[in-house]
């Protein structure tokens, strides 16, 4: 009986900690972007922007939520495997060395969709939830 | 031993730090974006000021550190501009004063123009600042690491116009390599131009200075998420033409140098580990080995660091640096310095941080007789300690 309580314990936590991820936001790129899934480490290195272009050549615009949104958060430790503190670090290192300047940081949901939706090529994340207007969401694996 | 202050602090108090309190004191922002009429991309402004204090034991390091010392201050500002999405231009102006070194005069600190052709191959030209281990070309972004002063051993602050940029070309690449990771790699090569500056005190007068060539190349092997490893490779050649004390004829003076360094770099979420080990190999050939004796030497830098941030307003960090300035000479004192560092790193608000080092000490290599009235190094104090404090303000 114990050993069964455990094991329902553990698979709460695992399904809270898994529904915890699936909704902490959501990776959107232009609606003409031809992919729809994409690998984790090639959307690290284009918010490092280490990789610069799409497959078809088109630039692209990596777009970031301000630091201290809760998306921006999950989606630092989750993608790019560290936290937000430790990349604005990575960026003060290019921005003074003159290697290259960091996306620009948008305050909201809203200004992201705006901006994804206006520059092609561009991706962004938001909140899980929020309205994307049309922006094409992507599956990261 | 104690840090005891044996005297007046230095005075004049730079301008840096009354900028730096201006700066601290205005409402956070974040870069400044300057919108460009037409297609063009904003325009990115940055700055960073920063203040230090430096107060040794004992000897005088870096500056008249020994009474403390306030000489110690950084100011930049770089402006940044995306002309297409391929060619980027950028430009910093940078002036500083360390000890003897700097006058607050602002000078173009890097300035290039940026053909990004592809991922694994980009082009820059101007004046770039040198690959060599993994931080020389950050070594003056006090808002980039923890510490105050990187291991002097491979990083050394005095020699920061020597060794910081060149003026010339670079191509540069990031590429990946299936399951094997991504190489990161530059390649330059170019010139340095050196300002002339003579010390009243010293027995040799610098005429003329020139840097013929300076060429090489890093490269980073990222097999995983956080880890970084390589090596860098530096040729240059130094030209000077000297007179000496009571000589009347100019004697030549060469000094091929060849640097390299071995580098590895661990970031585990808050966790930074990182170890480097370098050598210099450096000639010196002369016209007039009477007056200016030709030599060979090499030198043995390493160092190991660790920093951790506690959480989102502190960092700690700490390392052990070791330099051996002639391999053939590791004598205790003056031919080996060790350097216990540890670092706390305070983040007021996103735009200013603060910081305190301390440093305990073992040897004098790293020591400047001209900051100890001209004493060998054998005859300064064997162990010692630094306090070094910074604040930073940047956007």
């Given amino acids: 009986m114990r050993k069964a309580a455990f094991i329902f314990a553990a698979l709460a936590v695992a399904a809270a900690s898994a529904e915890t991820t699936r909704s902490a936001y959501v990776v959107i790129v232009h609606p003409a972007t031809s992919v729809s899934r994409l690998d984790r480490k090639f959307v690290e290195e284009i918010f490092l922007r280490r990789v610069t272009r799409w497959p078809d050549d088109t630039p692209i615009r990596p777009v970031d939520l301000g630091p201290d949104a809760r998306a921006r958060i999950r989606f630092s430790e989750d993608v790019l495997s560290r936290s937000v503190a430790s990349v604005r670090s990575y960026w003060q290192q290019r921005i003074f060395s003159g290697q290259g300047i960091p996306p620009p940081e948008l305050p909201d949901d809203a200004a992201v969709v705006s901006y994804v939706l206006s520059h092609p090529g561009a991706i962004g994340y938001v909140a899980a939830g929020a309205a994307l207007n049309g922006a094409k969401a992507l599956e990261v694996n | ?395």
């Fill in chain 2, 1 to 395: 031993m104690s840090l005891e202050r044996r005297g007046p602090i230095s005075k004049g108090l730079p301008v840096a730090a009354v900028v730096l309190a201006a700066l601290a004191t205005m409402r956070p922002a974040g870069a400044a974006e300057l919108e460009l009429p037409g297609l063009l991309a904003p325009l990115q402004i940055h700055g960073f000021v920063s203040q230090g204090f430096l107060l040794t034991s004992d000897n005088n390091y870096l500056a008249n550190s020994s009474r403390g010392s306030f000489e110690f201050s950084e100011v930049g500002v770089n402006i940044t501009l995306p002309a297409t999405d391929r060619l980027t231009l950028g430009v910093q102006v940078f002036t500083r004063k360390l000890g003897p070194i700097g006058d607050y005069r602002g000078s173009l600190d890097w300035y290039y123009l940026d053909y990004h052709w592809r991922d694994w191959l980009g082009f820059r030209a101007g004046r770039v600042k040198l690959p060599f281990g993994l931080y020389n070309d950050s070594s003056d972004i006090d808002s980039a690491r923890t510490a105050v002063l990187l291991p002097q051993s491979i990083y050394p602050a005095q020699n920061r116009d020597f060794l910081l940029a060149q003026t010339g070309a670079e191509i540069y690449g990031y590429k990946t390599v299936g399951a094997a990771g991504a190489l990161d790699y530059r390649f330059y090569a170019g010139t340095i131009f050196l300002d002339v500056t003579n010390r009243p005190t010293s027995p040799i007068t610098v005429v003329d200075l020139d840097v013929p060539y300076v060429a090489g190349g890093r490269v980073l092997w990222l097999p995983f998420d956080g880890l970084r490893i390589g090596g860098s490779l530096q040729f240059l050649r130094l030209d000077t033409d000297l007179l000496t004390t009571g000589t009347a004829s100019q004697v030549a003076v060469r000094i091929p140098a060849t640097l390299w360094v071995a580098s590895a770099e661990y970031t585990l979420r808050d966790f930074l580990f990182a170890a480097e080990y370098s050598r210099w190999l450096v000639s010196t050939q002369s016209s007039n080995t009477s007056v200016f004796p030709e030599s060979s030497s090499t030198s043995e830098r390493a160092y190991a660091l660790a920093s951790y941030r506690v959480n989102s307003w502190l960092q700690v960090g700490s390392y052990y640096s070791r330099l051996v300035p002639n391999v053939d000479q590791r004598v205790y004192p003056a031919g080996i310095q060790h350097d216990f560092a540890l670092t706390l790193r305070f983040e007021v608000n996103r735009y200013w941080l603060i910081k305190a080092e301390g440093h305990y000490m073992r040897g004098t290599a790293g020591l400047s007789s001209s900051l100890n009235a001209n004493l060998p190094l054998s005859a300064l104090e064997p162990d010692w300690a630094l306090l070094a404090i910074k604040t930073t303000a940047y956007f």
